[in-house]
């Protein structure tokens, strides 16, 4: 089983216990009413489905043939902004409630190559020690990304930090960068 078949399973067993939960797969929102969902024994039957599913991907796993599957911030609990974080951070932020048995965690390096790929940040030659640091260029200012002066035992620095539109912005484009980074290791 390839590495998308996997993650297409992931997928369907969080979309089916979702449906068991009695929320929309998609919209994420409680399903309402008098519907076939709502019925005991339709419930029953979906946490089955889901049980199975799971048992497969168990059997899967322990034969060797499951590899872990690529970040899927979808099947993550959803993203709530805490305060402007540093790259590092954030990635840690969308990384704390990866099961590392069964997902790989989205690195923080895939996010800046993303931002550098599509002109939100730049790499320049810091002046000062002769080494290369990222910045914020004006698209990057413009969705949120700004540089934070600090103060260490070396003296004066810059960090790239991520306000909440910025962290925002990343959030609705993960699937994106996401991809790409699964389709990078594939080559």
Known sequence: MNEKNIQRLEETILFVRNLAHGVHPVTLEPVMGDTLLNEPDMIRQLYTVVEILEAYRFFLAKKGRAARVPYAYRSLPPFEYTRD??????????????????MKKLPYTRITKWLEEN???ETIQDPRTGGNSKVATPAG??????????????????????????????????DEISVEKAEAEER
């Open 85 to 102: 974080l540093p790259v590092t951070q954030f990635a840690a932020v969308l990384n704390q409630d990866v099961d590392t048995e069964r």
């Open 119 to 121: 002109g939100f940040l």
């Open 141 to 174: 200012c413009e969705i949120g990304i700004y540089m934070e002066n600090r103060i260490s035992a070396r003296g004066p620095y810059q960090v790239v930090m991520y306000g909440r539109k910025a962290q925002e912005f990343l959030v609705e484009h993960l």
